[in-house]
């Protein structure tokens, strides 16, 4: 018998992989969680049906949504990641010599367990780092009830649906906006260019009426929709494009960001540029 | 009832898409020609059980094969491509105003036609363009029997399988490099950084061994195996990375390729960078 776990990353259109088996299956108090060991990718965790992470290109999210902010600071001491429960994440944040404290915002403990079970090499730094501070909580409430807090905020979401659709809300990053300090920095993963182009419009202009500067850039992450990934960034003081890049800490163990690639993934195709417009 | 179109892209991945029909279906002389209406991509023309191009993305295949190329050369006037037989690149490449002949050599002329009849936007410079010569015949042939011909020569193949095999062999480069003239460009398509990278490494000191410039760049493409993809460039005296951007030529009516990304698209990811060493 062969088993195929297929996702439909929109009404008509999906992914397929063979899978060996299911390591894990539960449904928690806020989504389906599934584990998945597929011959492609390796394990592979489900949220509510969607892909979220795999063993195989898990990198070059948790890298990107981490890096890019965390060279672009000049000191980032203390960092806050909403969502993100896998731990990637917070794995690269704790690269920087800089950071003192490195908070993640869960909602749903079941996926930092299931994570900490099935995917070790993702939630390393989950278990017995000192600067990591783990805290099952509402992201979006902790957020609005800090000030001037935190040099970087991550918003690690899953898909703007169930438990995620606040955090793509406009108040939600004039929260974080207050939550940072007077030079901090935020980013946001946003969705696919080719697949959901009104919410990165949205997301752009919302981030960029907030933040004096306002970027967003790419990555190729095979297993989310159309491979074509993308963040967006709020910066206070800091622009990303104004970095001496032979000065850039280079985090050691990546596979996807270098202080080579730190401007040039601003530089977008012709048709992803139009959406900030 | 619900059809579904499912390509393996690895004996263990792949990618599905829901058709609206079955447009053609036939056996040519090389291989399996397909033509499926899909509701994500619009029409999807399919050899040998492997999507070759479809409505909603090609641009961004065809323009990033020629642009980068046609603007790295200061002045190319003739332009071969090998394969190609939907004219995407054809199309690209009589943009450039330098251009007085593009020459198309495609084995299979079926594919010629199905692409003119099914997918007219991507096939519209194959008719009535003076100067487009579109030649039914055997590419290898047709370069190893002209030298110093050419300022540019496109290998827009299939995979590395049937009939495409001798379009990645080393033999085939050397054979372009006495096609071109003494300040001539080539570029291949080479696959994807995360499911080939064997072919990739082979395919980058093959042309690094033949040609002094070596370049190697990626793009955004959902509908090729993983999302991301790569061409390879070859070139006897001008390097991509050397141009002024200021003062490229802005092809019109593109989506993906501006002058503002042909040096940064060379900016390549840590795993990526690591296949040319």
Redesign the interface.
Known sequence: MELWY?EKQ?????????IKQTLHTEKSEFQDIDLID????GKMLVLDGMVMTTDK?EF?YHEMISHVALNTHENPKKVLVVGGGDGGAIREIVKHPSVEKAVLAEIDGRVIEVSKQYLPDIASALTGNPKVDVQVIDGIKHVMEHKNEYDIILVDSTEPVGPAVGLFAKDFYQGIYEALKEDGIMVAQSES??FNQDLITRVYKDIASIFPIARYY???I?TYP???WSFTMGSKKYDPLQVDESKLFDPPA?????P??H???F?????V?QLLK
Chains 1, 2 share one sequence.
């Open positions: 297929t929109t009404q008509n259109y999906g992914i397929t992989a063979k597929t011959l492609q990718w290109d070059v260019p080719w790419t990555c190729s095979p159309s491979g074509l990546t596979k996807y960001y270098s080579k690639i401007k040039s993934i530089n977008l195709p012709k048709f540029e």
